[in-house]
């Protein structure tokens, strides 16, 4: 495979640009590349830790990345052998580049860091949104430093990155179906609550707390909100109709000359024998 004339000259005004940049610009660009690969694998590690108190299918999706990501790899490398493009460093006369230049049969096109670095960030954002303004960005950048060091072409990367944002995201949603009943299986014995956390208990919907007397609050009502306890069939006492003085007559009332047991029958503090 040739390069296209436009992305040989973008790789010549790159790397010349690059290559006047101070020393230590050069080591970042030439280290951060794998170094960046190695913050992808902690949040691989993180969006597992994570998900151990979510439900299966976050679970699910959070062992599946790692997953997509070599799938999107496969696929980078497949074509790389397939189309065989030569490194820039070496099919461009006069190239200046900061990184040592591959050995021959280590193909240009697409860019493997690029496609991995891409579909590292598109399964993580998959797993956890809110990374997205993080991890994006990041893929962006390693890939670009990948021209920056002199060992790719321009559109080797864009092509790398593309493969990567678009495979990762497919192979992980299609993993997902087969490890959700899994992890939903696994998280039955001991083992693999620990390593997969447990199963979330489901919330009752409504659930209301009890009241200063005991009567409380039943059962939610319609939008959740809470019902007297009357309503969901417990007897409710009405505390304004009710006093010491009633309780304590009506229990000198019961069995007594008052009483239900004794002459008079009543009970209340208001009869008094013979009145």
Same mark, same amino acid.
């Given at each position: ?12 005004? /790159? ?21 960046? @690969?190695?913050? %992808? ?24 990345? +790692? ?13 790389? &052998? ?5 490194? +820039? ?14 050995? +021959? ?8 860091? #690029? ?8 399964? @993580? ?18 890939? %670009?430093?990948?021209? %920056? /060091? ?10 790398? %990155? ?31 609550? /620990? ?5 979330? /208990? +489901? ?27 009357? #309503? ?6 009405? &505390? ?5 003085? &009633? ?29």
């Amino acid at each position: 495979m040739q390069a296209p004339d436009f992305s040989v000259q973008l790789y010549r005004d /790159v790397t010349e640009w690059a290559w006047g940049t101070p020393s230590w610009v050069h080591s970042v660009a030439d280290v951060g590349t794998n170094a960046g @690969l190695l913050l %992808f694998a902690v949040l691989f590690v993180a969006g597992w830790w994570r998900a151990r108190g979510l439900d299966a299918r976050a679970m699910g999706l959070a062992l599946s990345a +790692p997953f997509a990501m070599v799938a999107a790899y496969l696929v980078s490398e497949v074509s790389k &052998d397939f189309l065989q493009e030569e490194r +820039p460093c070496r099919a461009v006369s006069g190239a200046v580049h900061i990184a040592s230049c591959p050995p +021959p049969g280590d193909w240009s096109f697409p860019s493997n860091h #690029a496609t991995i670095a891409a579909a590292s960030a598109a399964a @993580l954002v998959v797993v956890w949104r809110a990374l997205a303004p993080l991890v994006l960005p990041l893929a962006a950048l390693m890939a %670009f430093s990948r021209v %920056f /060091v002199g060992v790719h072409y321009p559109h080797d990367v864009a092509a790398g %990155f593309c493969v990567g944002v678009l495979v990762a995201p497919v192979v992980a949603l299609v993993l997902v179906r087969a490890a959700e009943p899994l992890v939903d299986f696994m998280r039955g014995f001991s083992v693999g609550s /620990v390593l997969l956390g447990v199963r979330p /208990v +489901p919330a009752v919907a409504g659930a209301g707390h009890g009241g200063r007397h005991g009567g409380g609050l039943g059962v939610g009502g319609r939008g959740g909100r809470p019902v007297p306890a009357a #309503a969901a069939g417990a007897t409710r006492v009405d &505390d304004a109709a009710v006093t010491m003085p &009633d309780v304590m007559g009506g229990v000198r009332g019961v069995g007594g000359p008052g009483g239900p047991g004794g002459p008079g029958g009543a009970v209340g503090r208001h009869h008094r024998p013979g009145s």
